[in-house]
């Protein structure tokens, strides 16, 4: 009777698995999935930042530097959207922040996150290639390396890893004036402290997503966020708290902000100097959050 008995649960088992096993390996397909997709990705599941929400106050208005302050929900809260580049895809304006032709300092920051190609987190400088070769941009992000861009000359340092590996990195350069230092960051360790040329920008012309003096193509299908611009050479210790504030983090020093564009649905200037830009080939996405890690 055991043997009987144990011959039937058996066949009741097997029974169980033929029924309900191809069930079961589709509900665990579709939970993979989801996963993959980033479903259940804790960063998809809370509130996200609308555009605006968190804005740079200044009473005295435009350039001002008097009781300026941040307004709204600025504690890093996750964007609603990102800059997507389609070919050709750009960001653009012209201002007169720095003054013309003039030495200056300078501090660019940003969160990018691309599969390859030439993607410029800032530029500044001259509209018209080899003008003058003491105009200089400067691109935070392009093969696969941080590098210096200016007309004439180039300099770039390899970061030691794959940036073009689907994941967010947060990027930033610093140029002292005083020094003629250059130093470069992916996420908060910086990777250069050498350059020994004083420059200047020019014109006053900012590209975001394209090189300014070549006017290189960004690459299709990257992300942008976040995009910051001081006229001071910022501190380790200040890109390391760029950094830990994460994708959404408001800025610091904000006597010496000059730009502020967390490309979050639109290219407005949020640092209050209202420096908004024009864009070309560029969207906006909620789908964003694949590859993003808060610090």
Same mark, same amino acid.
């Given at each position: 009777?055991?043997?009987?008995?144990?011959?039937?649960?058996?066949?009741?088992?097997?029974?169980?698995?033929?029924?309900? !096993?191809?069930?079961?390996?589709?509900?665990?397909?579709?939970?993979? @999935?989801?996963?993959?997709?980033?479903?259940?990705?804790?960063?998809?599941?809370?509130?996200?930042?609308?555009? !605006?929400?968190?804005?740079?106050?200044?009473?005295?208005?435009?350039?001002? /530097?008097?009781?300026?302050?941040? #307004?709204?929900?600025?504690?890093? #809260?996750?964007?609603?959207?990102?800059?997507?580049?389609?070919?050709?895809?750009? %960001?653009?304006?012209?201002?007169?922040?720095?003054?013309?032709?003039?030495?200056?300092? *300078?501090? #660019?920051?940003?969160?990018?996150?691309?599969?390859?190609?030439?993607?410029?987190?800032?530029? *500044?400088?001259?509209?018209? +290639?080899?003008?003058?070769?003491?105009? @200089?941009? %400067?691109?935070?992000?392009?093969?696969?390396?941080? #590098?210096?861009?200016?007309?004439?000359?180039? +300099?770039?340092?390899?970061?030691?890893?794959?940036?073009?590996?689907?994941?967010?990195? %947060?990027?930033?350069?610093?140029?002292?004036?005083? /020094?003629?230092?250059?130093?470069?960051?992916?996420?908060?360790?910086?990777?250069?402290?050498?350059?020994?040329?004083?420059?200047?920008?020019?014109?006053?012309?900012?590209? *975001?997503?394209?090189?300014?003096?070549?006017?290189? /193509?960004?690459?299709?299908? $990257?992300?942008?966020?976040?995009?910051?611009?001081?006229? /001071? $050479?910022?501190?380790?210790?200040?890109?390391?708290?760029?950094?830990?504030?994460?994708?959404?983090?408001?800025?610091?020093?904000?006597?010496?902000?000059?730009?502020?564009?967390?490309?979050?649905?639109?290219?407005?200037? +949020?640092?209050?100097?209202?420096?908004?830009?024009?864009?070309?080939?560029?969207? %906006?996405?909620?789908?964003?959050? $694949?590859?993003?890690?808060?610090?």
């Amino acid at each position: 009777m055991r043997s009987v008995s144990g011959a039937v649960h058996s066949q009741s088992a097997m029974e169980y698995l033929t029924t309900y !096993g191809w069930a079961i390996l589709v509900i665990a397909v579709v939970l993979a @999935a989801l996963f993959e997709l980033g479903v259940f990705n804790a960063n998809n599941l809370g509130p996200r930042a609308q555009p !605006g929400s968190c804005h740079i106050y200044r009473p005295d208005g435009p350039g001002t /530097t008097a009781f300026i302050s941040a #307004e709204g929900l600025c504690n890093g #809260e996750l964007p609603e959207y990102t800059a997507l580049y389609n070919p050709g895809g750009y %960001f653009w304006g012209n201002f007169s922040s720095f003054g013309s032709n003039t030495a200056v300092s *300078i501090t #660019e920051s940003g969160w990018v996150k691309t599969t390859g190609g030439d993607l410029s987190v800032l530029a *500044i400088g001259t509209t018209v +290639y080899g003008s003058n070769p003491g105009q @200089a941009s %400067f691109d935070s992000y392009a093969d696969n390396q941080l #590098e210096y861009h200016g007309c004439y000359d180039d +300099y770039g340092v390899n970061v030691g890893g794959n940036l073009y590996d689907g994941n967010w990195y %947060f990027v930033a350069m610093t140029y002292s004036s005083s /020094t003629g230092i250059l130093t470069m960051y992916v996420d908060s360790k910086a990777v250069s402290n050498t350059w020994g040329a004083s420059q200047n920008l020019g014109n006053n012309v900012v590209w *975001i997503g394209r090189d300014l003096c070549d006017k290189w /193509t960004s690459f299709a299908g $990257s992300y942008e966020a976040n995009v910051q611009l001081y006229n /001071t $050479s910022l501190s380790s210790n200040n890109i390391q708290a760029l950094y830990y504030e994460g994708i959404g983090g408001a800025p610091i020093k904000l006597q010496n902000l000059v730009g502020w564009w967390p490309l979050n649905g639109n290219a407005q200037d +949020y640092s209050g100097n209202n420096n908004n830009l024009k864009q070309g080939a560029v969207s %906006f996405t909620g789908s964003w959050t $694949s590859g993003y890690t808060a610090p």
